[in-house]
């Protein structure tokens, strides 16, 4: 029976066709290279051909893939240069950064856009490159709409099927591209954790945070756009055009723990699809989880350095700490034999500072209480993948938003950063999550439910791309919102139509008032007569 069923599974796997597939992966930022990467690796796991296009903007970064075959597109001495004036090293400071702040978003746009508009010409400048990509005949071609570059770059490859994607929820210009709705009403901005829908100050906060994000995306998108036609000519489509045809979109997103909001039949939901299993902790790790009966987990993620935080926060931290000596806390740490740390460790017993921390291994483990994070996706994901209570502590990027929909759905509270420098406030919400049993029942129940969803991330991705391989994209999945101008879009025309009738009709039944009073009058002057 094992032997049937093993000859049956091998002719299977030689039965499927296997894909040609082109992953445009730019090397420049964590969690974007993580996701398409991932995506990658496991489309090489069921039997695909991928290849991942690198272009490197920033050479500390990680591929992400590790089974793919690569090709990159070395970073351009103008991109380097762009990238160390850039907003980058300050990242970490970012807990000082006021939120929402339009100099700020101006200041910083240019900058950003450049880095990708650098690159991008890097890659058209290499005219072998292209050939040997059109040469190929890709079935399929994934990007991610944040660096234009690769959907724009997708129209000169020609695969069969187009896939646009977002390493997170879909924000700014992706919701127009992706053809999707974007009820700002009740859709929190990324830079939101409370969208109060039933107040109009919370609604109106909403709609300015997300026209500030359209300001800064929106070099993003016109200096890819002008590379184009500088290049190609003036007929060259349009971001949105390219994006309207594309067979499928991927999002980051997991329906279980988002915030409900409108979507298309074409748009995939893989949210988690970077999850691995989590291993059995090592010897060192299994003795710091014993030493108190609780243990919380603290970090910042990989992009913002917890060793660059300014010392007042710092020492806010230590303040809260001591303030549970019953329990032990991990925080990630990347130097932890400076100077800071030396002297936190000798003061704080149960303080362990970690240069590295297998956070999902860790987060697998029940002796782990509960977690203090940032709330980028992947930290938010494998909060609700393990099930645990959370403290959320936006600093920047899709964070806030992250971070109010777990709080939306009941796996902990969100701590402002600026209340960070307060241990009282950073006190209250740690002794919220760890006191208020819902939290930890509410965790334990999602947990279970994504452990069950009737079809994983991966099948998902698996299966839809395989279809767009075989069939390429279908005319019946576009909607026709993309053919339309904004007046049509939003019906303003008739909204037009029926105030003009509106107006009229109450100026032919004033006019018809009008006379009917002159004539009741002259008519009874005629009888006084
Ligand atoms: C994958 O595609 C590349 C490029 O066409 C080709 O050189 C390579 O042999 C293919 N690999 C497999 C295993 O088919
Ligand atoms: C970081 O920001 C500070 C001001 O907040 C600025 O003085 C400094 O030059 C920035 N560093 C970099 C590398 O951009
Ligand atoms: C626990 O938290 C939930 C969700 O925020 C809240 O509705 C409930 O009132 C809290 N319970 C207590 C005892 O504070």
């Not at 995506?39 to 490197?56: F, K, M, Q, R, Y």
């Not at 993003?220 to 309207?244: K, N, Q, V």
Request: glycine residues 4%; aromatic residues 12%.
């Amino acid at each position: 029976m094992r032997l049937l069923l093993f000859l049956f599974s091998l002719t299977a796997t030689i039965d499927a066709a296997s894909f040609k597939i082109l992953v445009y992966n730019p090397k420049f930022g964590h969690s974007h290279s993580n996701f398409l990467g991932n995506i990658a690796d496991i489309l090489v796991e069921a039997g695909h051909n991928v290849t991942s296009l690198i272009p490197v903007i920033d050479e500390s970064g990680k591929d992400g893939t590790e089974k793919s075959r690569k090709i990159y597109v070395p970073v351009a001495e103008e991109t380097r240069e762009v990238l160390t004036i850039s907003y980058r090293s300050n990242f970490s400071r970012s807990v000082r950064f006021t939120r929402n702040n339009p100099i700020l978003t101006w200041r910083m746009r240019d900058t950003f856009a450049r880095q990708f508009l650098l690159q991008c010409r890097a890659v058209l400048d290499d005219v072998d490159l292209l050939k040997k990509l059109q040469n190929e005949k890709y079935d399929v071609m994934i990007v991610e709409n944040f660096d234009m570059c690769g959907p724009a770059y997708s129209h000169l490859v020609k695969p069969k099927s187009l896939i646009t994607s977002s390493a997170s929820f879909p924000f700014s210009q992706m919701y127009a591209e992706f053809g999707i709705p974007i009820s700002l009403s009740y859709n929190p901005s990324p830079y939101v954790s409370h969208l109060n829908v039933n107040s109009m100050w919370s609604r109106m906060t909403n709609i300015y945070a997300e026209w500030l994000l359209h300001a800064f995306f929106h070099p993003c998108r016109w200096m890819i756009e002008e590379l184009f036609y500088e290049r190609y000519g003036p007929d060259y489509p349009s971001l949105e055009e390219i994006s309207s045809h594309s067979a499928y979109t991927l999002l980051n997103s997991e329906p279980l723990i988002d915030f409900a909001v409108p979507t298309l039949a074409r748009v995939v939901n893989i949210g988690g699809i970077g999850a691995r299993k989590p291993k059995p902790l090592g010897k060192e790790w299994d003795e710091v989880l014993s030493r108190r009966s609780k243990t919380i987990l603290l970090s910042f993620g990989s992009v913002a350095k917890s060793i660059y935080i300014p010392r007042d926060i710092k020492d806010s931290i230590l303040k809260t700490i001591a303030r549970f000596p019953s329990i032990t806390f991990i925080w990630k740490y990347e130097e932890p034999e400076d100077e800071f740390a030396m002297e936190a460790t000798r003061s704080l017993p149960n303080l362990y500072l970690s240069k590295w921390t297998p956070q999902n291994d860790l987060l697998g483990d029940e002796r782990i209480t509960a977690f203090i994070t940032h709330g980028g996706m992947g930290s938010a994901q494998e909060t609700a993948t393990r099930g645990k209570p959370a403290v959320f502590i936006p600093l920047f990027g899709d964070q806030p938003r992250n971070a109010g929909m777990m709080q939306h759905n009941g796996f902990g509270v969100v701590l402002d950063k600026f209340d960070m420098i307060n241990p009282d406030a950073f006190v209250a919400a740690i002794k919220e999550v760890l006191e208020n049993e819902s939290y930890r029942k509410n965790a334990a129940i999602i947990s279970s439910m994504l452990a069950k969803k009737p079809f994983s991330s991966r099948e998902l991705l698996i299966k839809t791309v395989e279809f767009a391989a075989e069939y390429g994209p279908s005319k019946a999945l576009r909607p026709q919102s993309y053919d339309m101008n904004m007046i049509e879009y939003h019906n303003l025309d008739i909204a037009v139509v029926f105030v003009l009738l509106a107006i009229l009709s109450l100026i032919i039944t004033k006019k018809l008032c009008c006379l009917a009073i002159s004539f009741c009058y002259s008519t009874k002057k005629d009888k006084s007569d």
